[in-house]
């Protein structure tokens, strides 16, 4: 079974400044997808970026990029120009691709990113 | 687009009661819906997984007499929790996907508190 570990619980960051949040996981399946999650106060899921691990290239998405580590299994988060209102738990996740869309997403326990003015 | 709404956003009941959770994907035909629970502070976990017209496929560990899952069209799943007590109170989250695509859109959750 495939299992995805994020190792900070909690992660300050100066307001304008840049962090970087750690995933690593565990799976036998070449491919898959991986995403990062943002769940603010709200509870609200926002998918903040994705990546297909038959890509090379690393996701970006404005002010966030990551830094994918196939061999390594490894995919952490970059946040650039880190802002009040990225402050939120961040979830790493896992996905087996299986061509049809149809499977569960498997879930880190988070970072509680705060950003401090 | 890709809008998910989850009714309702609270409930609270008694202990042995039921309570269904309905999720529906607003502006698309979902053709699977997935069910998420999440207690205080902790990840999401994966439920089950249900496919319109089809039985719904349960995670390991999760009781599938418990919690109903019906898929009865592409625009609706629900979720009914059977005889609750308060070990089941959580807050639990829908998301839908399309057919061949690689995202999941989430509905905003139920926060569901047993008495």
């Known amino acids: 079974a495939q299992t995805v570990t994020q190792s900070q619980p909690e992660m300050s960051v100066q307001e304008a400044e840049t962090v970087t949040l750690s995933c690593t996981y565990d799976?036998?399946?070449?491919?898959?997808?991986l995403f990062w999650y943002k769940q603010p106060p709200s509870r609200q899921m926002i998918l903040v970026i994705r990546q297909e691990a038959y890509k090379q290239q690393n996701a970006t998405e404005n002010r966030f990029s990551v830094n994918f580590q196939k061999a390594a299994k490894s995919f952490s988060l970059k946040i650039s120009d880190s802002q009040l209102g990225d402050a939120a738990m961040y979830f790493c996740a896992y996905r087996v691709y299986s061509g049809g869309g149809a499977d569960g997403l498997t879930f880190g326990k988070g970072t509680h990113l705060i950003i401090q003015p | 687009g890709a809008v998910v709404s989850q009714h309702p956003s609270w409930v609270i009941c008694k202990s042995g009661t039921s309570v269904k959770i309905e999720c529906r994907s607003l502006?698309?035909?979902?053709?699977?819906m997935f069910w998420y629970r999440q207690f205080p502070k902790q990840s999401l976990m994966l439920m089950a997984t249900s496919n319109e017209g089809s039985k719904a496929t349960y995670e390991q560990g999760v009781e599938k007499d418990k919690f109903l899952i019906n898929h009865a069209s592409l625009t609706l799943s629900t979720l009914t929790v059977t005889s609750a007590h308060p070990e089941d109170s959580s807050f639990y989250i829908c998301?839908?996907?399309?057919?061949?695509?690689?995202?999941?859109?989430f509905g905003p959750g139920t926060r569901l508190t047993v008495l």
């Open positions: 799976t036998s399946e070449s491919d898959y997808y």
């Open positions: 502006d698309f035909q979902a053709t699977t």
């Open positions: 998301s839908a996907s399309l057919l061949h695509y690689n995202e999941q859109f």
